[in-house]
């Protein structure tokens, strides 16, 4: 079982779209595949599931509220798994509840929660989790919990900067906590081929030595209209460019 986390400190830059359609190809490939949304935002959740399930009756809010209980009944994940509209494809849905539980969560000191619900955790041939854009109790937990960790990039200068910390903090979970997750790489996404100034960018983080992934995302229309219509690209458009692109991407991380 693969347990992927994508992850970025800076918003904005395809986080969530990127494990959505990810997730999506490896259901379509026959992986029964489980997407845990941990983002109070909701977005993956919303991406992923129809209007009638949306609001599903638990999730990881109730999960995580689960275990500041002393009891450990209602302490696994399997508990609050939706089902979405499409084949081997479920989500552990969030819930705006999980901004204010954080606190709690952080004093009681709960951020192995995950990982060891994680371990019990069968059925499933890959994970992925989503994040809010920020280093909080929610992404930590996620990144201790994952043995992998895709980081998207979107060539603007801020996300380039906040690169040097983002990795300085994975590689501070991995020296703390999690010595066995590994980083895929950095994925360009939003990528404009004809602009001098992503080409010049990605020039110089590969010779800083940084783990840039071949395959780039284009920017597209199509990612919106599917983001609107709630049908991840692999199901939406199966034969245009971007969707090809996110199944090479998928090839490579596979």
Do not use: W
Request: hydrophobic share 40%.
């Amino acid at each position: 079982m693969t347990r992927r986390v994508v992850f970025n400190q800076k918003g904005g830059v395809g986080k969530t779209t990127l494990l959505c359609n990810l997730a999506a190809i490896a259901a379509a490939r026959g992986k029964r595949t489980l997407v845990i949304d941990l983002d109070a935002q909701c977005n993956a959740s919303q991406y992923l599931l129809s209007s009638d399930n949306r609001q599903a009756e638990s999730g990881s809010a109730d999960f995580f509220e689960a275990t500041l209980s002393r009891a450990r009944t209602g302490d696994s994940l399997a508990d609050y798994v939706t089902d979405s509209p499409f084949d081997n494809l479920s989500v552990v849905a969030a819930h705006p509840d999980l901004e204010e539980l954080r606190v709690k969560l952080e004093a009681k000191h709960k951020i192995y929660k995950l990982k060891q619900s994680l371990a019990r955790l069968e059925g499933y041939d890959a994970i992925f989790i989503d994040t809010p854009p920020a280093l909080n109790f929610y992404s930590q937990s996620a990144l201790i919990a994952a043995d992998r960790c895709l980081v998207p990039f979107d060539c603007d200068d801020f996300a380039r900067q906040a690169l040097y910390s983002l990795f300085d903090n994975i590689h501070e979970i991995q020296d703390d906590h999690n010595p066995d997750l590994v980083i895929d790489g950095i994925v360009v996404n939003q990528f404009q081929a004809r602009a001098k100034l992503p080409e010049r960018m990605l020039a110089e983080l590969k010779a800083e030595g940084h783990p840039l992934i071949e395959t780039r995302i284009t920017s597209s229309i199509k990612v919106r209209e599917s983001h609107d219509a709630s049908i991840p690209l692999i199901h939406y458009a199966p034969n245009h460019k971007v969707t090809q692109q996110l199944v090479a991407l998928y090839d490579q991380l596979d």
